[in-house]
């Protein structure tokens, strides 16, 4: 049983390092399937085009050589996350295809996995997307606006004592690639970021502990995070911009954050789960804040979170949240003729089970549960305007007016 999991879990691991190592190829398969397109073009059609969108010209051909730039800044990018990974990166696949040999049989890779879907890949967009959020001087804005009033409620109802004789303990659930667990890390608290995606935690793990050898503040890493977008675009070159990572240097600053130069502040990141890893009765009554970021609504049953959240708390410890209720796991619509939940679930049978756990509860029913759970809500806010790795170049973006509250365990009634 124990060896199916870790098998499972191997073979996951192998298709999100798979995934990473394909970006490239997927990338130019985009662009061929833009030239297919051009090329069915009726003549008349295609007469009245740009020149840089007629096939055989030189302002094509630029086009063409400007984007692939863009793929191989960004493969290269990935590439670094999988050899600070320790894992074959591209051009290593690369060499296998091509009838090249890699003595180290730890360096094989599945030649024949040559193929990502749709889902996988918007998943190496959403991490490309998400460095931008949280280690690029572009993100600033977006986190001034989501982290920001966390950070600063946190230091209200958790403040540090200046000798740091007690470190009070949080734990950021659904950390995405980092960023506010650092940077509450580097306040002086101690903390934990938890995440269970493999695609969001490779990068973080690069980002946070590649020390400065392959990309740091001063020799950043460029990427164009919004390079396979072809939608609501103003400009043929707003989707080639790049965008340097990181901004700051994660090691220097925790360095220099620590109290006692030889102690590094405490900072771990927990892979899987959230329900999984923190129901465990090892972790009840062991943390003295939960930060969620845009996170309860990313859970499939935010009733089971937030009971899970109450019971890992110490007595007063805090959940200091800010988010939307976009509800990630929110189910496709039934239909007049589904009969039962079976012939509804049966419709959608390649679906995730999640999609039919989740309950798409609004802001007041929310609070009521807290309450019931035994939370006391001591402040809230709403009408926060945040974006989510917003492309502000971009003809669409989304607008989110998020509710923010800390609620504090108290006993149940
Ligand atoms: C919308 S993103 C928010 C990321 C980050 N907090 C931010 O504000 O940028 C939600 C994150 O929660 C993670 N996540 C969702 N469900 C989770 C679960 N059950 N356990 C751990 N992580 C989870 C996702 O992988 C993703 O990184």
Known sequence: MVKD??????????SVCASYRQYSNFATSQWTNHEYRLQELSESHRNLLPAGLRIDTPEYSKRYKDYKEAVIRNQFFLDCILRHAGQPHSQQQQQQLDGGYITDDSQKVDATTNTVTDDQMSKISSVLKSLVRDWSADGKIERDTAYEPIKTLIKKYLPLNSARTTIPKILVPGSGVGRLAFDLTSLGYSVQGNDF?????????????????????????????????????????????????????????LASSSVDEMIMPDFSMAAGDFVSIYSNSSEAGQWDCVASCFFLDACPNIVETLQVIYNMLKPEGLLVNLGPLLYHWSGPPTRPDDNSMQEYRQRYDQLDDRYFTSIDLCYDDIKEILTNIGFQILEEYSGIECHYTADKLSMMNTNYQCVSFVAQKHSKK
């Not at 999991?5 to 192998?14: I, K, Q």
């Not at 740091?216 to 890493?221: A, D, G, K, T, V």
């Open 197 to 253: 995606s493999l695609y969001m935690l490779l990068a973080s793990d690069f980002i946070l502990n590649n020390g400065g050898s392959i990309c740091s503040h001063e020799r950043p890493l460029s990427i164009c995070p919004w390079l396979l977008e072809s939608r609501n675009v103003h400009k043929t070159t707003d989707p080639l911009r790049t965008i340097q990572i990181p901004d700051v240097d994660p090691m220097i600053i």
């Open 5 to 14: 999991n870790d098998d499972e879990e191997s073979r996951h691991f192998e």
